[in-house]
């Protein structure tokens, strides 16, 4: 490995190129994304899609590249392409205000709905009218955390490889099978036809999730559908569902905010279906 960064120009077409991945339109286009820092990219090195690697090019700084040389040396492994960089070309290309010195670039990752739906998932996270992209990213990382099947991303909801999003994500993006651009009402048919039970989180929800819980409704496969961060869930949405369901509040705080509500949910659900399994 070279001692020097081999590129030290912000305006070399390589730089320019992955800069441009911080703009949706570009990450369209291209069908690529940036991955930022040693834990998503660690990821982005061990996963494939298909025959070939999810990460395909990856940016260090000299000291990034010994630091996490095991990192560097998964990524060349793995057939991406690896580039010395000098800290003001990371700097450039980083949309943190703090860089860790390897920002990597890759595939788009999504998975078509009908292949999620095939599979016959037990537990699903659909994120509607989501629109923050660190709320979309922990949530999905919750999702995997709980050990959901899957994730879906309704038409209306933020770009899944926005780069906060990836931040917000931790690595779980590369886990688990994640559909995006989906119709709400396309992805609760889908989803009831597979025989997943839709559930609708919202705080003014008529059903109890601690009532749902000691009922024991909750062992079932179950799609956990969660609205925008102010707002929740319009009408129309909360109608789609067989339930719509509010997470208790016992203390004096006024609510709560989505990323944790949908970890309660999903949590309940996964409990809930152990359960299930272990008495059958």
């Not at 095991?70 to 000098?86: F, K, N, S, W, Y």
């Not at 886990?175 to 048919?189: R, W």
Request: proline share 6%; net charge neutral.
């Amino acid at each position: 490995m070279p001692s020097g960064p081999e590129l030290i120009s912000p305006r070399s077409p390589r730089v320019s190129a992955a800069r441009r991945l911080a703009r949706r339109s570009f990450r369209g286009k291209e069908r690529l994304f940036l991955a930022e820092g040693p834990q998503a990219v660690r990821e982005a090195a061990a996963h494939r899609i298909g025959a070939g690697p999810a990460l395909v090019e990856l940016f260090a700084t000299v000291d990034a590249a010994e630091r996490y040389a095991d990192i560097v040396g998964e990524a060349r492994g793995a057939g991406a392409r690896v580039h010395l960089a000098a800290d003001d070309v990371i700097a450039d290309i980083s949309t943190t205000v703090t860089p860790q010195g390897l920002v990597g670039i890759c595939r788009f990752l999504d998975t078509p709905f009908e292949e999620i739906v095939g599979a016959r998932p037990r537990l699903v996270a659909v994120l509607a009218h989501v629109r923050d992209p660190g709320n979309a990213g922990t949530v999905l990382r919750c999702a995997d955390a709980a050990g959901a099947d899957a994730v879906v991303l309704t038409d209306a909801s933020v770009d899944l490889y926005n780069p906060k999003s990836v931040r917000a994500s931790v690595g779980s993006l590369f886990h688990l099978p994640v559909a995006v651009g989906v119709p709400v009402e396309q992805a609760v048919q889908g989803l009831r036809d597979a025989g997943v039970r839709i559930l609708a989180a919202d705080g003014a929800g008529e059903d109890d999730l601690d009532d749902e819980l000691d009922k024991g409704t909750m062992g079932g496969p179950t799609a956990w559908v969660f609205g925008n961060e102010a707002w929740g869930l319009p009408a129309e949405t909360r109608a789609l569902a067989d339930a719509v369901v509010r997470v208790p509040i016992h203390g004096r705080a006024e609510s709560l905010n989505l990323a944790t509500a949908a970890a309660v949910c999903l949590y309940a659900s996964a409990r809930a279906q152990r359960a299930r399994r272990a008495r059958s």
